[in-house]
Nanobody
Framework: QVHPVESGGGSVQAGGSLRLSCASS????????MSWYRQVAGKEREFVSS???????KYAGSVKGRFTISQDSAENTVYLQMSSLKPEATAMYYC??????????????WGRGTQVTVSS
């Protein structure tokens, strides 16, 4: 699938954990930066975490130390392990795939999202 497909969302109590998955196809001779964003209805989409083609990871300050991004290259899947979840983490979580082929052919793809709900 060219566009990422997210899964793993659900409802959990505060303090609990969830692992989100993002599966997508990849093309040979292209590199990929993968990111997770989240959005609450009526608010702007915000950055959560990223994993670039060099293996460098980044996190939003609000999730650092509690969320971990990783990937299974063989499965073309990126994961977001979320622990110690707080009610404010409730949002639709989206996977973004940025594909770079050659020197300047950059394409961004978004998934349809997976809902995470954290109850207090």
């Amino acid at each position: 699938q060219v566009h990422p497909v997210e899964s793993g969302g659900g409802s959990v109590q505060a303090g609990g954990s969830l692992r989100l998955s993002c599966a997508s196809s990849r093309r040979a001779k292209c590199t990929y930066d993968m990111s997770w964003y989240r959005q609450v209805a009526g608010k702007e989409r915000e950055f959560v975490s990223s994993l670039d083609s060099d293996g460098l990871t980044k996190y939003a300050g609000s999730v650092k130390g509690r969320f971990t991004i990783s990937q299974d290259s063989a499965e073309n899947t990126v994961y977001l392990q979320m622990s110690s979840l707080k009610p404010e983490a409730t949002a639709m979580y989206y996977c973004q795939k940025v594909e770079l082929c050659g020197h300047s052919d950059i394409t961004t793809y978004w998934g349809r999202g997976t809902q995470v709900t954290v109850s207090s």
